[in-house]
């Protein structure tokens, strides 16, 4: 008898642990989320406004952040686990469309028209941004404009009072920085990913945005001319020594440095970028500013590029109402928006928010965005996944030898073609 | 009371092995299984395709480059840590000053995690101011402008020193207790009949450390077949492919690509190529066990 009572009380020690192990440790006013707004990227002013969404609503956030770039890979873990948080941020385009062709994600139609979130977001963003197959998944966290971001000091030693507006100014203003000992642009393309906007400026402003459409969406090729343009473009910047030597070798914090510094004069990045520069104590105006991508060819419309952040519910969640809770307070709350979008150096989608609230630099890129014919999502986010990431190392391998252009695009051409197959 | 002793032994065996069925068997009979659909990762759905994941393999360039830098990587990582292994050993037992504390610094390096192994071997090639470009800079009077980790020339090779750097100190430590058991008398008489230094240690030396020369490849071959994390680290396969192996080549197309069909493709054609080597290395050391007693 007695060795049966401990049998048992063995059993129950050994099955007790993988029960508590498995058993998940969630309440019922729990929200669990996950999202990449780590370090440089706004991870104490996201945990400020989630602490502002805690003290106003009954839930409690159960946060687990992943890094930007591992997060790309992690989401897709969890994924396959079944195992997604009730809300995580996503980028809207092209990802988002994957993940819901994929009966990820949980709809969002009721909550938006309750919330009246269509007097809150703006029109156009909304449009873009978070309808899907005729449903909306997505709600607009905040979105960036990529320009370029120059070192004030740098262009005033050099003399630059008036900032180009078209590609030959453009060109004469590298060749005077150049001559100053100067190098003009900084790229950081280690991550390849801030490769891209250099391809989407190019392509927009010579090709067209629904050209550039057509390449995004598999009817239209990368060996076509007008990508073979772009690119013998782009690499006459290389080949002219306007660059930075060696980009693959920096990531964009890298070449965010260098202009800081002073190394070199310009950077085409995302305004996260003033995030950063504030951050290591940078003034908006007086230590860096921004001037738009240059038109290239007449009679195309002006294009502005940039990705937008959202946030998303998992179609596995468990706790529906806290998850639409968190996310409708996240986009509302003028006061949450203007928060976050100041502390990660983003815009909002948010028609509430008073663009006063913005730094004289981000109150430029807002009326810049505003006044833009065409606002297009950044490549990696404009095609699917798997063609992106044959874009991507296309964008690298052009940075290591731009004399391979031709060959590069072929190769690419026949990846993507393959890619969208799949 | 064998009744009892046996359940017992099931009892406290049963956590264990229930951990390595749901962490290693279950991911790998997933593996299999997946491997004959188009599942992205995310859906819920997907379709069985039959071996067409594998017959892709075939023609996936990427596949043959990572295949070629697999082989690479792995005669690399058996051969300069077992060598330098055997040389450093040697130099410690042959009583130099500070042997001692040679040993623990060449040793420390495996107490590393790969991942730090990684982040600090980015830092001494940076091309601004790393550690090996400076040094060249001092040596040679020129600034160098070497991006050892962003040229596909240097990429791999790199990572296979700083690879090398962290298992060397394993080898030495496994042939310094080799050559413990090696007898002082032997390579007295041998020194006596006139036996130059390099011929003790080419006829009598390395023939003795035979044991430890086994257990040394033994585990550079199984560390070499896990090495993916230290790569993740330094290169993540870039730049554009120029470093990628089977391991890495897997993991692109399973989770950027979200091709995870294919990606467990490559996964048990990886397994399998492991299981090879495994196989063929065990049937070689049943035979040198023969041999050597």
Redesign the interface.
Known sequence: MS?QFT?RG??AA?VLP?LLATSPAISQGDVTITHYFTGELGKKSFDEQVAKFEAASDFTVKDSPIGHEDF??GI??R??G?SLPDVFSYWAGARVQ??V????LHPIDDMWNREGLDDVVAKSVADSATMYNGNRYLVPLNYHYSGMFYNTNVMADAGVTEFPTTWDGFLELCEKLKGMGVTPIALGS?N?WPAQFWFDYLLLNTAGPKYRAALMNGSASYDDPEVVRAMEMWASLVDAGYFV??A??DNWTDASDRVARGEAAMTLMGTWITGYWNGIGLMAGDDYDFFPFPAIDDGLPTSVVGPVDGLVISSNVQNVAGAEAFIAFMVSDPGVQAGWTKGQGALSANTMVDPAEYNAVMQKANATVAAADHFAFNYDLATP??VA?VGL??F??FM?DPSRSGEILAGAATAAAE?FT? | MERENRFWRIVLLALPLAVFAVLVVWPLFSSFYYSFTNWNGFDSRYEFVGFRNFAKIYTDKLFLNAAINTAIWMVAAILLPTLLGLGLALLIDSRIPGGTIFKSVFYLPICLSAVVVGQIWVWIYQQDWGLLNTVIWTVTGERPAIAWLAKPETALGSVIVAWSWQQTGLSMVIYLAGLVSIQEELLEVCEIEGASAWQRIRLVIIPLLTPATIVVIALSVINSLKGFDILFIMTGGGPFHSSDTLAMHMYNESFRKYLMGYGSAISVVLFLIALTIIRIYFRQLRKLDEIHG
Request: net charge neutral; proline share 9%.
């Open positions: 060795i049998r063995l059993a050994v993988v790309k890979s897709l873990v994924a396959a079944q994957f993940v062709d994929s009966g990820s280690m390849r030597p060696n693959n070798a996944p798997p990431e190392a296309m690298a391998e290591n890619a799949q």
